[in-house]
């Protein structure tokens, strides 16, 4: 036991991760001790458990285990932390647990999941379990049923969820181990006590036998409802309610409520998986179906039958499915098939349930008309079709096709529509049978009893025998007013036999239910008429109230059927009839009249009525009036009286006075008498008769108002209007017309034809009188009131003068009121009126757009027109489009049947042709207007597609769509939309587009509605997912939309939907949620009833205020939101609102004088300081959002209003923004004069600004940003230093606004920021901007990268917070950023940085992607490029105040500080390029004077690297030695014009985009192949060949593993890069030019293509692969051979020193080498042996042999030897004097063993012939010696081939040839190339030369040593050696040539035009390694050079839109032209673009 003391001194969590199992279980039980102590949830011990729990249950010691488990147990049971091991702790609980074979462990195990599911981590443990599932283990498999079984019995369905389940249960069932089929069973059951019979459905298809023991076991279970025995922590209310009952002794009732909650009722559709069948159809389907013959049509049918049994089918589009379905039941005359048609669509209907809902209007006429057929089984499968399809859709959709078929002659199809309406009506309930609906249905159904069919009666009894049951009697007895008695029973007898599908009671259940949610609201909706009243109003379906809100935007829309409406003004009459008690009068005779009038009046009376004289006419009638007034209503003989005074002279009476009086006396009797219209027909004619009178009109109008009172405003009217157009007298006609419009003003307007007065009123406008004219106008006016714009369609052709005068009055109009009615109401207001004036309101605006007569263009839409709409050529569908545009607007109002049309315009929404798309969406928009309301029943096919078009990514297509879906809302209302899971659909896919702008529309909608489906539930999932969408308008838009989904649906139901977030997801949603339920704004007042009853008619437009009312409470602006009693109040609150809101503008104006004269911020003497210590002390909120809530900005007010004058305090948090910008404007005034003021409430300033760039508006944000500009000038002039509080609590708002997308506002923020470090520490506000680079916005992070630029510059190093090397750790990682701006401004900054702090950066910055690094090391070299620029600069902004002078240039601060515009801005707001925002470096600007005037060519400037003194050229390369080939005649033009060219075709090889590599590929290869232009690629080669080579690494990285991308293209691609390649390698002088570098990597991607699998598998991989293996051989062959086999060598080394190479890739090297060594015996003579054999030294030294023979294969070993021993075989003994290169030869293993393969050789052959000596020496001696010789040269020449000693060399060699005249050189300079040998030979020419002093050269000796760097080592760093050794390698002359009169324009030797390709070596010259460089150091020096020319071609494409960081928004170099006209830039860039071509 010795070692055990050394683990007991351990802590807890070290010993349960000891290796020993003793110290583990001693751990686990120490653990479970302390886990038991620990009372805090909270405490941080638990954490450092976090990591180890999954070992305390995954122990692989079964009693350690034990003791884990139980202590993992306590610790998920108290420690808060513990979710976060759920998922690991229970995978390892199935994995470890469930198999040991301890039932105890099992047991644990179990119980930790459940405890898991406690703690609110059901869902992971339930996918872990699910999982197990899986597990081979039958053991395990077992465990999990148990667990899951365990979890629902105690937990319940609720939070258990079994749809997962029972998809696993079948294959549980299936298993072969009986003990999981056993506890499969017992799952079964538990599950079946929760859900009951929906289980059965999943499990048809089991075992028969398993089915049969199931359903043994399932009878057993008792019925009893089960209930949740263990609880969430969550729900702890819940498990004391249900303790407490348990205590009881589980008082039933007591539970009841919680019952029903409990249990959710699950349906059997939801845990089905959907099938998709549209793929399964025949593929010959839809001509099957078309056959001739009917059993080829039967078996198509039969088809669809078998695949619609699928119970839940996947929903797609099924329109062509559907289309053809429907014509087999219309049109097929096989009525078997007609049948099997119908049961496919009832197949589908139920399968697709919802989502067939858009397919129902198609096909419910088509079934209706079918039900002729009288055969049972037709007519049994067409009642099954329909009443399946009815459940998919609502009542309201069908009804306009089931009304229309109700007139039909046929009475088989009276009685089944009858009988289809009765079965739909029981699936409804009050809620959606309102009156709209119940109105026109009992109308038809009233035909149907009267019909003389008795089938037909029978049906139509049941249909209102259950409308009777469903909607209550009081809902329907109005309708059935005119039913007699008999009737009356018997509907009232079916009613009772109905058996309802929702509960038979219809006011219990329905009533209960509908009644919960809505007691509340009763008091505001209803005065009086009792609580069951009210509530029936309140259930009232979503479209009625919706209607009175929706009117501001045009008449509610209602689909109420045309029929109905045509019953014109008397239907509108008998509508009130029951209520109104109306009278009705049969006609007396004029003697009962004298009869009846005689009893009632003065006998004197009735004598006088027909004398002469008219003073006793007079006396008479005051007689009568008398009588008159002093009757009782119920004794008035109305009718007697009446004709009395019609009685001759009647109303020809010619005495005013007395006519006056006859008038009063009508009047009177209309008031006092019940009144009929009996009465009123004798005297109306009289009445309008004498309206036109001056004397008499009053009196005549005064009494048809009466009339009008008591036989309702439309009635009377209506015979008025008739009358006086049908006598001439004009003066009568405009009086008339006068009025009914103050009529219509004090009636309101329900119930008025407006057809009749429509025609009338176009009678009189066309009448001659003006008055009569101007009478009628005035009258439009006041019906526009109450009708809205669609009154305007009636007189749409009228004469132009005519339509503006009534446009005119419109306009008048537009904005008022309609007055509440005053009149009309006083008879009807019983108790049951209400109902009627609900029915009214809604009805009014409607009956306008019913009346109108609307054009049928079915017939108009023919197959033709369909079929073009959808032809292929965009024209055509043009065409068709064009002729519906122009048959809609001929027929302007049509009915709904429009035939194919909705299809045929659904597939041109996603037309390609934008301008199609368009197009369609406005004849959408059309045809909404002209089908109104009825175009309902199309928003499902057509509407959500429009939505589906707010997706595309142009915005004028998208705007289209808006407008075109709101004009669907005007008329369909919201209800229609937001049913179903369409909009859900939609906002599930992830268009940034479609969600902002679909949010947009709901966020707009939302509020105005009263009440939503409850499908909008279905949305929040999407709603959650776009609040963390990438897009930040998406984000925003959700933000904004999350309040009125809330207002709808409730916190809680909103908070419940988060719990399938991630965790990390949740918090966020959560705490969004939080805040919206802040913002919630309240549901828009319901539409008054206390208002309604005194507003009769003109309700709906009193309902404009309350909307416009719910629109302000929604909006939280800081007025304090209306008062919910006073918005209940309907219109009157409006008013009140109004009066209050002018009092509040009023009260400043009283006292402005006197208020606003003193000091605007007051001195609150230690103000700051408290409430700094306020804050600190978490008294106040800490100013810390990410939007401002309102208790923040309250906060703010009330810290405010002690120090800042009231009214401008009422200005600063005024809803308006224009009283912002007031308020700024007086802070401005007075910054200068209350400076002391100013800084003691500085704090409340910079709160109140950030406040302001949270708005919207952009004049308030450029004054909040002047005054701080400002007040910033004023604080820095004051020495006032920001307190930490103030600059915490603005800089980071300060910071969000440099990410504006308005350059104005970055400018004026940079120059704040800019300002802000004279009074706050720029090393603090370096950590508030390093903040900011963290941001979403790129603008903004861009920008403070830049800044940061700035402080570095300015500041030094030090500003750099926590320290420089995590600063620029961070600003590095930006140089990886997705937007090209922001990763310029990164390295810009470093750039910067390094410019001030030098080499150090780069170990500052760590470790950088080569990607990034490569960027950077490139920005950095270019920035040094114009290292004469920064001084001068910076001389020039010394003597300012030190600024920060932007090292990028992006802000060149020059003059004074106000003015710090950075001219780049100036630039581009003038440039037609204003969206490339990025700022450009200066040292990569136009310098457009110098290009301008620089003829034709552009240059590029080299890297200064070495200084020539350029004289010292002059005079040597005057006479270069001819010894090269000639040069073409056109090198020169053609060099100078295209190697620009060239050099840009060549980058975008390497491009990332296919195309664009594609086209570069294919220029190239046009030149190669056309001889006389292939030289011009000399040069560019080996930068061709990288560029190729790059190209090939991003296909096999990148475009490979592409899943998207088309791999045909990268076949293409592909072919292209073989192609050019080919063509190169066929032109020998171009491919010797490929470097040893370039070649190695050129063959490693072409080895690596020829293995790359996933080539072959493409088409044509096969090709691809043949072609690659020839262009290697190409490439062997032509290459220059020392290049080639240097590059195989060095790759064949790396190659095996590579573990991740593969042996094939080594093979294939060795197969090329040997081929190499194939070619040996022609080649031997151009090869440079001394090359080789050093690489073959090195690959020795690499891979001694030894090494060599533990290669897995002996083919290395093999090939070497093969190699060495050709070239021993070719070359003999002299081999041995080729190893000059290799340092020290002795230790190489290389000479040992030539010399054995030589030996071996040589005694083989036998000859000891002498081959090499020519002086006849013995050849040891001969050897000895002239390996001494050959040691002296070759260590000559290498002097000379490096760099610096060159001179020194060279004079050795002088001395050497002096010394040794004899001395041989030639086998040195023989394989070098021809320059070097001209120039060695000019070397000692020249050495010569100056030591004999023949007359010394000024100064010079040959080509000066710094001209050597760009002359002679003309490959130093592509090349292992330097050329200076005998065998330099050969290099093509024509390089040389082009080098040399580079240097010979540089000196101006000739007027050749200036070269624009710098020397290659010049770029990067060092002295060179003695190693192959791989050509990745090439890359540095040829990117740089494409990048150059690249932006040489860009700077001259203006079109070019480049984001490449030197745009054309340059800042010209000298400040005085910053102003120059853009116009000027323009022209000058044209010229140079011209001059290039």
């Known amino acids: 036991m010795g070692d055990d003391s050394e683990w007991m001194k351990l802590p807890i969590d070290q010993k349960c991760e000891h290796k020993l199992w003793k110290a583990r279980l001693n751990g686990y039980e120490e653990a479970l001790k302390l886990f038991q102590k ?339 089984q037709v007519v049994q499968a067409l009642q099954e079709a329909i009443d399946a399809i009815f459940l998919t859709t609502t009542l309201q959709n069908i009804s306009e096709d089931v009304l229309a078929v109700m007139d039909n002659k046929n009475p088989t199809i009276k009685q089944q529509t009858s009988l289809f309406i009765a079965r739909s009506f029981r699936h409804c309930t009050p809620s959606t049978l309102p009156k709209s609906l119940l109105k026109p249905f009992c109308a038809a159904l009233l035909k149907h009893i009267n019909d003389s069919a008795p089938e037909v009666r029978d049906a139509g009894f049941e249909a209102l025998g259950t409308a009777l049951k469903v909607a209550g009697e009081k809902a329907v007895n109005p309708f059935l007013a005119d039913v007699d008695k008999l009737k009356l029973d018997r509907i009232k007898e079916c009613a009772e036999k109905v058996e309802l599908i929702y509960g038979k009671k219809t006011g219990g259940a329905a009533e209960k239910k509908e009644g919960k949610p809505i007691t509340g609201k009763a008091p505001a909706l209803s005065g009086s008429g009792g609580d069951k009243e009210t509530k029936d109003a309140a259930t009232k379906p979503g479209p ?118 006859k008038l009063h006396i009508v009047a009177l009797i209309a008031q006092k008498g019940n009144f009929s219209k009996t009465s009123a027909q004798v005297v109306l004619d009289g009445l309008v008769d004498k309206v036109g009178d001056v004397k008499c009109g009053s009196n005549a109008k005064e009494a048809m108002t009466a009339i009008a009172e008591a036989c309702q405003l439309p009635w009377t009217a209506e015979q008025v209007v008739a009358m006086a157009f049908s006598q001439k007298n004009p003066k009568n006609q405009s009086e008339t017309l006068n009025w009914l419009s103050n009529a219509i003003k004090e009636f309101g307007f329900s119930g008025l034809n407006v057809k009749a007065f429509i025609s009338n009123v176009k009678t009189a406008l066309a009448a001659t009188n003006p008055a009569v004219r101007t009478s009628a106008i005035t009258l439009l006016g006041v019906m526009y009131l109450y009708v809205g714009p669609p009154l305007r369609m009636f007189f749409e052709d009228e004469k132009p003068a005519l339509l503006s005068q009534i446009d005119a009055e419109f306009e008048k109009m537009q904005g008022q009121m309609a007055p509440a009615p005053t009149r009309g109401i006083s008879r009807h207001s019983g108790g049951g009126g209400d109902d009627g004036e609900e029915e009214e309101q809604e009805d009014v605006g409607n009956d306008v757009v019913d009346l109108l007569p609307r054009t049928d263009i079915g017939d108009k839409i023919t197959a033709e027109l369909v079929s073009k709409i959808g032809d292929k050529n965009w024209k055509i569908r043009k065409e068709g489009l064009d002729e519906v545009t122009s048959i809609i607007n001929d027929a302007k109002f049509i009915q709904p049947n429009i035939g194919e049309l909705p299809a045929a315009l659904k597939s041109r929404l996603n037309d390609s042709n934008k301008i199609l798309v368009q197009q369609t969406l406005s004849i959408l928009q059309q045809l909404a207007t002209a089908m109104g309301p009825n175009i309902k029943q199309h928003v499902k096919n057509l509407g959500i597609p429009v939505i589906t078009v707010l997706g595309d990514s142009k915005n004028n297509v998208r705007a289209a769509a808006l407008a075109t879906v709101n004009a669907w809302a005007e008329q369909t209302g919201m209800k229609e939309w937001l049913e179903g899971e369409d909009l859900s659909e939609e906002l599930k896919k992830e268009n940034p587009f479609l969600r902002q702008e679909l949010l947009g529309w709901l966020a707009e909608k939302l509020p105005t509605l009263r009440s939503v489906p409850s499908d909008l539930l279905l949305c929040v999932p999407h709603l959650y997912s776009c609040l963390e969408d990438r897009n930040g308008d998406v984000r925003k838009k959700a933000q904004d939309a999350l309040p009125f989904f809330m207002m709808h649906l409730g916190f809680e139901k909103m908070a419940k939907a988060t719990s399938k977030l991630k965790p990390t997801s949740k918090d966020q949603v959560l705490a969004m949620l939080e805040k919206a339920k802040a913002n919630m704004p309240a549901k828009p007042a319901p539409p008054a009833k206390a208002s309604s009853r005194v507003v009769g008619g003109a309700a709906p437009a009193k309902f404009q205020p309350a909307s416009a009312l719910a629109e302000d409470s929604g909006s939280n602006t800081m007025e304090s939101k209306p008062d919910p009693k006073k918005a209940k109040a309907g219109g009157a609150s409006s008013k009140a609102k109004g009066v209050q809101g002018k009092k509040v503008l009023s009260k400043p104006n009283l006292k402005e004088d006197d208020d606003k004269s003193g000091p605007i911020f007051i001195i609150v003497p230690n103000g700051k300081e408290q409430r700094m210590k306020d804050e600190k002390g ?78 919207t508006n952009t004049s308030v944000l450029m004054k909040a940003l002047e005054y701080l500009k400002l007040l910033f000038n004023l604080l820095s002039q004051e020495e006032y230093h920001l307190t930490e509080n103030e600059a915490s609590s603005f800089i980071p708002y300060l910071i969000l606004k440099v990410g504006e997308p308005k350059d104005v506002i970055r400018k004026d923020v940079r120059a704040i920021l800019n300002r802000m470090c004279l009074i706050y520490p720029a090393s603090k506000m370096f950590t508030f901007i390093m903040e900011g680079t963290k941001s979403k916005n790129s603008k903004q992070r861009a920008e403070c990268l830049e800044e940061l630029g700035c402080l570095v510059e300015s500041y030094g190093m030090n500003v750099c917070q926590p320290t420089p090397g995590k600063a620029l750790k961070e600003m590095a990682t930006h140089i990886g950023d997705r937007d090209n701006t922001v990763r310029n401004a990164a390295l810009n900054t470093i750039v910067t940085v390094y410019n001030v702090h030098g080499d150090q950066v780069f170990k500052l910055i760590g470790n950088l992607s080569e990607k990034d690094m490569s960027m950077l090391e490139e920005r950095i070299k270019r920035s040094a490029k114009r290292p004469s620029a920064a001084p001068v600069r910076q001389a020039e902004e010394k003597p ?221 991989g096969e090709q691809v692969i043949r072609s690659v293996n020839l262009l290697v051989v190409k490439v062997l062959e032509k290459s220059d051979q020392t290049n080639i086999l240097s590059a195989l060598l060095v790759l064949l080394q790396d190659s095996l020193l590579a573990t991740a190479s593969s042996p094939k890739f080594s093979e294939l090297v060795m197969k090329c080498l040997w081929r190499m060594v194939r070619l040996l015996p022609e080649t031997i003579n151009s090869i440079n042996l001394d090359r080789i054999l050093l690489d073959i030294h090195i690959f020795m030294k690499v891979f001694p042999k030894e090494k060599l023979k533990q290669c897995k294969s002996e083919f290395p070993i093999r090939t070497l030897k093969t190699l060495l021993h050709t070239l021993c075989k070719l070359k003999g003994p002299k081999i041995l004097d080729h190893l000059t290169m290799i340092d020290n030869k002795n230790e190489s293993e290389l000479e040992a063993h030539l010399c054995r393969v030589m030996k071996h050789s040589m005694d083989q052959t036998g000859s000891k012939a002498d081959k090499d000596t020519e002086k006849g020496a013995s050849r040891i001696e001969e050897k000895a010696s002239k390996a001494k010789v050959n040691d002296i040269l070759a260590e000559i020449f290498k002097k000379i081939g490096s760099k610096e000693n060159t001179k020194e060399g060279l004079a050795e060699l002088y001395e050497y040839k002096k010394k040794y005249s004899d001395a041989d050189i030639e086998p040195f300079l023989k394989n070098s190339s021809q320059f070097f040998q001209s120039y060695v030979e000019r070397g000692l020419r020249l050495i010569e030369t100056e030591r004999e002093g023949k007359g010394r050269i000024a100064a010079s000796t040959g080509i000066s040593p710094q001209m050597e760097g760009t002359c002679v080592p003309a490959s130093t760093h592509t090349v292992s050696s330097s050329i200076g050794n005998t065998n330099g390698e050969e290099v093509g002359p024509s390089v040389y040539l082009e080098r040399l009169k580079i240097l010979r324009q540089r000196c101006g030797l000739d007027n050749a035009k200036q070269e624009d390709r710098p020397p290659l070596t010049s770029l990067l010259s060092k002295p060179a390694l003695p190693t192959v460089a791989s050509s990745t150091d090439m890359l540095h020096s040829k990117l740089s050079q494409l990048r150059e020319s690249r932006e040489q071609y860009q700077h001259l494409d203006l079109d070019s839109n480049q984001t490449h960081s030197s745009g054309i928004g340059t800042t010209l170099a000298s400040p005085s032209s910053a102003a120059a006209n853009i116009d000027d830039l323009k022209k000058r860039l044209e010229r140079i673009k011209s001059s290039r071509k």
């Open 38 to 376: 620990i009372d805090d949830e909270k405490s941080p011990e638990w954490s450092k458990y976090l990591g180890l729990i999954k070992k305390f249950v995954t122990d692989s010691n079964a009693v350690a285990q034990l003791k884990g488990l139980e202590a993992a147990l306590a610790y998920v049971e108290n420690a808060h932390v513990a979710g976060k091991t759920t998922g690991e702790v229970a995978s390892g609980v199935v994995n470890k647990v469930f198999n040991q074979p301890k039932a105890r462990a099992k047991e644990l195990g179990l119980d930790i999941c459940l405890m898991y599911i406690e703690i609110e981590k059901g869902e992971a443990v339930q996918e872990e379990l699910l999982k197990g599932l899986d597990n081979k283990n039958p053991k395990i498999i077992v465990a999990c049923i148990e667990t899951l079984r365990k979890a629902l019995s105690e937990f319940g369905s609720k939070i258990i969820s079994l749809k997962p389940i029972i998809k696993v249960l079948p294959k549980l069932f299936e298993s072969r181990e009986k003990a999981v089929r056993d506890e499969a069973k017992l799952l079964a059951v538990e599950i079946y006590r929760w859900i009951r019979d929906a289980l059965r459905p999943p499990l048809q298809n089991i075992n028969s036998v398993q089915l049969k023991e199931l359903e043994e076991e399932w009878v057993k279970v008792s019925s009893a409802a089960p209930k949740q025995t263990r609880f969430l922590r969550s729900q702890q209310e819940l498990k004391a309610k249900f303790e407490q009952q348990q205590a009881v002794g589980g008082d039933a009732d007591g539970g009841g409520d919680d019952e029903e909650e409990a249990v959710p009722q699950v349906d059997a559709y939801e845990l089905l998986e959907a099938v998709e069948i549209l793929s399964k159809l025949p593929k010959d389907f839809y001509e099957k179906i078309e056959a001739k013959k009917w059993q080829e049509r039967k078996e198509a049918l039969e088809a669809v039958e078998l695949l619609v049994k699928n119970p839940k089918l996947e929903s797609g589009d099924y329109a062509d499915l559907v289309k053809v379905l429907k014509k087999v039941v219309g049109k097929d005359t096989n009525v078997m098939l007609v049948a099997l048609a119908a049961k496919c669509l009832a197949g589908l209907a139920a399968g697709l349930r919802k989502k067939f809902g858009q397919y129902a209007g198609h096909v419910v006429p088509t079934i209706l008309e079918k039900f002729k057929e009288k055969k049972p």
């Open 544 to 661: 009625l109230k919706k209607a009175p809100t929706v009117k501001s935007g045009g008449p509610p829309k209602k689909g109420k059927p045309a029929a109905a409406a045509g019953m014109g003004g008397a239907g509108a009459k008998g509508k009130k009839g029951p209520e109104t008690k109306e009278i009705f009068e049969s006609e007396l005779s004029i003697e009962v009249c004298e009869e009846k009038a005689a009893a009632v009046l003065p006998a004197s009376c009735i004598q006088q009525l027909d004398s002469g004289n008219w003073k006793e006419r007079l006396a008479c009638m005051e007689e009568f009036q008398k009588a008159v007034e002093l009757m009782e209503r119920s004794e008035m003989p109305c009718q007697a009286l009446v004709r009395m005074l019609a009685k001759k002279p009647g109303w020809k009476e010619t005495n005013f006075q007395v006519m006056q009086m």
């Open 1178 to 1255: 978490l008294k106040v909120l800490k100013w810390n959002f990410t939007t401002p809530r309102d208790e923040y900005i309250e906060q703010l007010k009330t810290q405010m209003s002690s120090c800042v004058a009231k009214w401008l305090q009422d200005e600063m948090f005024h809803a308006d923004f224009q009283h912002h910008n007031k308020a700024l404007a007086v802070m401005i005034e007075h910054l200068e004069i209350e400076k002391d003021g100013v800084i003691s409430c500085l704090d409340l300033i910079l709160k109140w600004l950030t406040l302001r760039f949270f708005d």
């Open 1440 to 1660: 300012q105040r030190t600024q920060n002078i932007s090292a990028n240039a992006s802000m060149l601060r020059k003059g004074p500080a106000e003015d710090m515009s950075s001219k780049l801005n100036q630039n581009r707001n003038m440039g037609s390029h204003s969206e490339t925002t990025h700022t450009v470096p200066r040292e990569f600007q136009l310098d457009l004077d110098e290009i301008e005037n620089d003829n034709g060519t552009v240059r590029c400037e080299m890297p200064a690297l070495v200084q020539h003194k350029l004289d010292d050229i002059f005079e040597p390369v005057l006479i270069p030695e001819p010894k090269i080939r000639a040069v073409s005649p056109h090198f020169d033009d053609m060099h100078s014009n295209t190697a620009s060219t060239i050099n840009f075709v060549i980058s975008q090889v390497a491009s990332g985009d296919i195309n664009t590599s594609i086209q570069a590929l294919a220029q190239i290869d046009e030149v190669l192949r056309q001889e006389d232009k292939a030289e011009a690629m000399s040069g560019h080669i080996d930068q061709f060949l990288i560029a190729t080579f790059m190209q090939l690494r991003l296909i096999y990285n990148t475009h490979m593993a592409d899943e998207k991308l088309d791999k045909d293209e990268i076949v293409k691609l592909y072919s292209c890069i073989i192609g050019s390649m080919i063509s190169l390698f066929q032109i020998e002088s171009l491919a010797r030019e490929a470097s040893t570098g370039v070649l190695k990597d050129l063959m490693h991607g072409l080895i690596t293509l020829m293995l790359d699998s996933r080539v072959e598998d493409l088409e044509e």
